[in-house]
Nanobody, 123 residues
Framework: VQLQAYGGGLVQAGDSLRLSCAASGLTFSRYNLAWFRQAPGKEREFVTTISRSGGSTTYADSMKGRFAIARDNAKNTVYLQMNSLKPEDTAVYYC?????????????????WGQGTQVTVSS
């Protein structure tokens, strides 16, 4: 199983960015998907998750209204649209899969992880 996250970069506060995570080696539609992030010196933090069909989504409170998760099961890809970015959104962003759980915010409940993509938001 491979998860390849990409799309990160250096942006200014208020800008938008879209991350992508392409999966291979698994039956993509059988997995709930999530994005986490980890800032330097901090623990990995839940961002958002989406159900197998894409019909249900859950967000961390601080991301509601600014971030949006979506998936394309035909392309084996999950996306994270990030708007109104703030310097505190600076982190490495990771995609993850869970065949068993939906909506969980615990990193240990996820089976596979991507390598992460760096997002840096300057003020």
């Amino acid at each position: 199983v491979q998860l390849q996250a990409y799309g990160g970069g250096l942006v200014q506060a208020g800008d938008s960015l879209r991350l992508s995570c392409a999966a291979s080696g698994l039956t993509f539609s059988r997995y709930n998907l999530a994005w986490f992030r980890q800032a330097p010196g901090k623990e990995r933090e839940f961002v958002t998750t989406i159900s197998r069909s894409g019909g249900s989504t859950t967000y961390a409170d601080s991301m509601k209204g600014r971030f949006a998760i979506a998936r394309d099961n035909a392309k084996n890809t999950v996306y994270l649209q990030m708007n109104s970015l703030k310097p505190e959104d600076t982190a490495v962003y990771y995609c993850a899969t869970s065949q068993t759980y939906y909506g969980t915010r615990r990193a240990n409940d996820y089976d596979y992880w991507g390598q992460g993509t760096q997002v840096t938001v300057s003020s």
